[in-house]
């Protein structure tokens, strides 16, 4: 009799364990995250990883989302549009009930046209073309600020700080790089200067000594470049070897500890507009010391960033106990944010209302914020 019933509780117990691990695997909720995570700018991919995981291993620690375990659903772009579209189609098909993501303008803009069919909201921390917010959809939603606002930051500070009216602007041509020169030139002839110079490089491209001749030639005192870290290094370097004085300025794609490392000496004196230290913003502090303590580093520029918009999700879907996009976006957008930035608020285009910029300058092979 005993043995009997021993029998009949081991096996109650052994469909259970069953029935409960099928059915935890099976009700996990998927997040998207999309970025490049390979790649030149594998960099910037790493913080927007540890960023997202940061936040995913607190939120599953205390129980998950509506009680289930957050899985991560990783998508690499490697910054290409096309790619960008094909991530974004693989994370509706698996329906995620959001993403973070994706981190160039290039990429985040059409991916966001596939989201909105889907019904996915999206959450960037790092694209800045005014456009991602100003075609009227409902589900994007950007923590950080746009090209509008730190073009003014860069020309103001040429204009009013360095005191130059000679600037020359070069470009990339990606959608973030063209778009921060464009706006740098709107604020810049705002103040009554044109620039002596305007053109655009090529990604990957090795040599860009003949453009920069080209540039030299002008006189500028000053060239702004709108585009992301890995051809900075190089511009800032062969600029030195043809013996360029310039003074270079770029917005926030070239503040990486790459482009200080890597271009040494010749990143010297360069300005970077960006926003300011996070380092010293209180409510970041815990999520800076998580990271030091799980990865060994310090935090990137986008690090804190990435953290904050996978928050904001998780919070918005267990406040409306919802996987509705429309639901969750309703909420984040009408919602006063307490976040490790700080206090954050969205306008009805999925814009922080506000968007501090400042501006860095690389002093004895790091960034110091100007004061």
């Known amino acids: 009799m005993g043995r009997g019933w021993l029998r009949v509780v081991c096996n109650a117990l052994a469909l259970l364990l069953l029935v409960t691990t099928n059915a935890y695997a099976a009700g996990t909720l998927k997040v998207g995250v999309a970025g490049p995570l390979t790649g030149d700018q594998g960099a910037l991919g790493q913080e927007l990883k540890n960023g997202v ?34 991530v974004a189609n693989k994370f509706v098909n698996e329906e995620v009930v959001g993403v973070v993501g994706h981190f160039n303008s290039s990429c985040s803009i059409p991916a966001s046209n596939i989201y909105r069919d889907g019904g996915v909201v999206q959450l960037t ?26 073009g003014g930051a860069a020309a103001n500070f040429i204009v009013k700080k360095l005191k130059k009216t000679k600037v020359a602007v070069l470009h990339d041509k990606t ?4 778009g921060l020169a464009d706006e740098t030139v709107k604020a810049l002839e705002k103040a009554g200067i ?5 053109g655009n490089i090529t990604q990957g491209e090795k040599d860009y000594r003949p453009v920069l001749t080209s540039i030299k030639q002008t006189n500028p005192e000053v060239l702004f470049y709108g585009g992301i870290y890995p051809e900075a290094i190089l511009l800032t370097k062969q600029m030195r070897e ?22 040494g000496k010749a990143a010297e004196g360069a300005f970077i507009t960006f926003t300011p230290d996070q ?7 815990g999520v800076i010391q ?13 690090t804190v960033y990435s953290y904050v918009a996978a928050v904001l999700l998780f919070e918005a879907i267990a406040a409306t106990q919802s ?7 309703e909420h984040i957008r009408k919602t006063k944010w307490k976040t490790a930035l700080g206090p954050i608020q969205f306008d009805h285009k999925g814009d922080v209302l506000v968007s501090p910029y400042v501006v860095w300058e690389v002093k004895n092979g790091r960034f110091v914020e100007l004061q």
């Open 53 to 86: 995981t940061i936040a995913v291993e607190e939120w599953n620690a205390k129980g998950g989302l509506l009680g289930r375990r957050i899985e991560i659903v990783w998508g690499d772009d490697q910054h290409d549009p096309k790619q960008a579209v094909a």
């Open 125 to 150: 921390p790092a694209s800045t073309n005014p456009r991602f917010t100003e075609r009227g959809l409902w589900n994007v939603f950007r923590v950080c600020g746009r090209d509008d606002q730190q």
């Open 175 to 178: 959608t973030y790089g063209q």
């Open 194 to 198: 044109k620039p002596v110079y305007y």
């Open 242 to 263: 043809l013996g360029m004085k310039t003074a270079f300025i770029s917005g926030d794609g070239v503040w990486a500890k790459e482009f200080v490392e890597i271009a």
């Open 279 to 285: 380092t010293r913003i209180k409510e970041a502090q």
């Open 290 to 302: 998580q990271h030091k303590a799980k990865f060994g580093t310090a935090v990137g520029a986008y």
């Open 323 to 329: 996987t509705d996009g429309a639901k969750i976006a």
